[in-house]
């Protein structure tokens, strides 16, 4: 679920200059989330849903439905205590428009309503990171205020040393009970040492498995890199504001504090039910299956794992109970998935069977070795072994078509997609023998021509 705000704030701005807002920074969500819905709270669960209806303005015979979430809002006498660890870029660019000076006045309106208990550390970055605050209670809040006000702009932006530097002290001084977040303020430019968002966004990933959230908050236009701030706050589990006035400070800082600090549910995620279609697709496959035939699972989230050792279909309602205890959750580390899934087919391989592996996914890699070239040598280098892997497709949004195809080229198998039952008895059913048995490996088609004369007379 995306409960950033940032776009409609960062539109708002564009507008005010008298500019057209840039279309890479207009995300309708952000837009929606912005405003406050005044849908009642639920009363036991973390999140109540909320669905309504109404003819389109645009077309008679066409509905418009609105799906909305409403979280549960904690009092601030029940949120736990917060170790905040900001990250402040002070380097030269943020001396535009006064952005140091407006996260300056921002995080003095923070330090007043923190409670005693709550810490606060800094870490700053210009040309190199520098921590100057290790976590101090809030009740040195004149002490934490002064740092603050001695921030002066100045030098070049390493952006990804800062972070390196403030993901050290949650993870080596966590205290249980204790809300630890990391925010990042800037204006998102990026200009010494690794400056790529890839090798940022990296550092960012390695660090939410260990329990480091980051949230970012944007200052300034020109220059401004809205589309780094989105994806690092993405990336990091947190929550994305723009600031661009004291007002705006005001209601991310302190009006919403407690919501920003508070975490009622991790990893909540909205989303087309694509593990349902996988296993309403696979209970079709098993009751297709000879007795004699096996089937292994493994699945992977933030790690692998293998959940049923190769088991003959003739068990197939413990295989059907396998596949219905799976549900939802985590982070997507397919390289893993992929390898414990080879090494379970090279551990039970036998010449007189065919072994083939099937990846049902949506194509997403988000932990791990994310990178294509990564997951696809994982593939090649267990072809050659006589393990060949075929690939189903579900999903649509962030479904990655590209991956899915080359995975199921390299591995010498076949590339389906499913969006619907009738699809999946199609792959799964009707062409399950041609699915599994090789009549021919490295098949090529040749095509000969033969050189032809022709004689015109005029």
């Known amino acids: 679920m995306d409960v950033d705000t940032a776009s409609y704030?960062?539109?708002?701005?564009?507008?005010?200059?008298?500019?057209?807002?840039?279309?890479?920074?207009?995300?309708?969500?952000?837009?929606?989330?912005?405003?406050?819905?005044?849908?009642?709270?639920?009363r036991r669960d973390a999140f109540g849903i909320h669905v309504d209806g109404a003819r389109s303005p645009f077309t008679h015979d066409t509905w418009i439905a609105r799906v909305g979430i409403q979280g549960r809002d904690v009092p601030d006498h029940q949120r736990k205590d917060a170790t905040l660890v900001?990250?402040?870029?002070?380097?030269?660019?943020?001396?535009?428009?006064?952005?140091?000076?407006?996260?300056?006045?921002?995080?003095?309106?923070?330090?007043?309503?923190?409670?005693?208990?709550?810490?606060?550390?800094?870490?700053?970055?210009?040309?190199?990171?520098?921590?100057?605050?290790?976590?101090?209670?809030?009740?040195?809040?004149?002490y934490i205020i002064e740092v603050i006000d001695g921030l002066r702009p100045g030098g070049s932006t390493n952006a990804e040393e800062g972070l390196r530097s403030?993901?050290?002290?949650?993870?080596?001084?966590?205290?249980?009970?204790?809300?630890?977040?990391?925010?990042?303020?800037?204006?998102?430019?990026?200009?010494?040492?690794?400056?790529?968002?890839?090798a940022i966004l990296q550092r960012v990933r390695r660090y939410v498995n260990e329990g480091v959230n980051l949230s970012t908050v944007g200052v300034g236009m020109g220059?401004?890199?809205?589309?780094?701030?989105?994806?690092?706050?993405?990336?990091?589990?947190?929550?994305?504001?723009?600031?661009?006035?004291?007002?705006?400070?005001?209601k991310s800082f302190v009006d919403n504090l407690t919501s920003t600090l508070q975490v009622i549910a991790k990893d909540a995620k909205i989303q087309e039910n694509r593990l349902e279609l996988v296993?309403?697709?696979?209970?079709?496959?098993?009751?297709?299956l000879r007795p004699t035939d096996q089937i292994g699972i493994v699945t992977y989230g933030n790690r692998g794992h293998a959940i049923l050792n190769p088991t003959e279909a003739k068990h197939d309602d413990y295989i059907l109970e396998v596949i219905d205890g799976l549900y939802p959750g985590g982070s997507t580390n397919a390289e893993e998935g992929l390898r414990l899934g080879y090494e379970m087919a090279d551990r039970?391989?036998?010449?007189?069977?065919?072994?083939?592996?099937?990846l049902l996914s949506d194509g997403v890699a988000n932990v791990g070795q994310t990178g294509p070239e990564a997951i696809l040598n994982q593939v090649r280098k267990y072809v050659n072994e006589g393990v060949t892997l075929s690939t189903v497709g579900v999903g649509?949004?962030?479904?990655?078509?590209?991956?899915?195809?080359?995975?199921?080229?390299?591995?010498?198998?076949?590339?389906?997609?499913?969006?619907?039952?009738t699809e999946?008895?199609?792959?799964?059913?009707?062409?399950?023998?041609?699915?599994?048995?090789?009549?021919?490996?490295?098949?090529?088609?040749?095509?000969?021509?033969?050189?032809?004369?022709?004689t015109a007379t005029v």
């Open 86 to 142: 900001f990250v402040i870029d002070p380097s030269g660019s943020m001396e535009r428009e006064n952005r140091l000076g407006l996260v300056q006045r921002a995080l003095r309106l923070l330090v007043r309503e923190l409670r005693p208990t709550d810490q606060i550390g800094i870490v700053t970055y210009g040309s190199r990171g520098h921590a100057i605050l290790n976590p101090t209670e809030a009740r040195h809040d004149d």
């Open 396 to 421: 649509m949004g962030n479904y990655n078509d590209v991956l899915m195809e080359q995975l199921a080229n390299d591995g010498d198998g076949n590339y389906f997609y499913i969006d619907n039952l």
């Open 223 to 250: 220059n401004y890199n809205d589309v780094l701030l989105e994806q690092l706050a993405n990336d990091g589990n947190g929550n994305y504001i723009y600031i661009d006035n004291l007002s705006e400070a005001w």
């Open 279 to 288: 296993k309403r697709a696979l209970r079709l496959l098993v009751r297709e």
């Open 9 to 42: 704030a960062v539109a708002r701005r564009f507008v005010l200059d008298g500019n057209r807002p840039d279309p890479d920074s207009v995300r309708v969500e952000e837009f929606v989330n912005y405003f406050d819905q005044e849908y009642p709270q639920p």
């Open 348 to 358: 039970w391989l036998n010449p007189e069977r065919i072994t083939r592996i099937i």
């Open 166 to 198: 403030v993901t050290r002290w949650p993870t080596a001084g966590s205290t249980p009970g204790v809300s630890r977040e990391s925010s990042l303020l800037s204006d998102g430019v990026a200009n010494v040492g690794q400056t790529g968002p890839d």
């Open 424 to 454: 999946a008895w199609k792959s799964f059913v009707d062409n399950l023998t041609s699915t599994l048995q090789v009549i021919a490996r490295d098949a090529k088609i040749q095509v000969s021509s033969t050189r032809m004369s022709s």
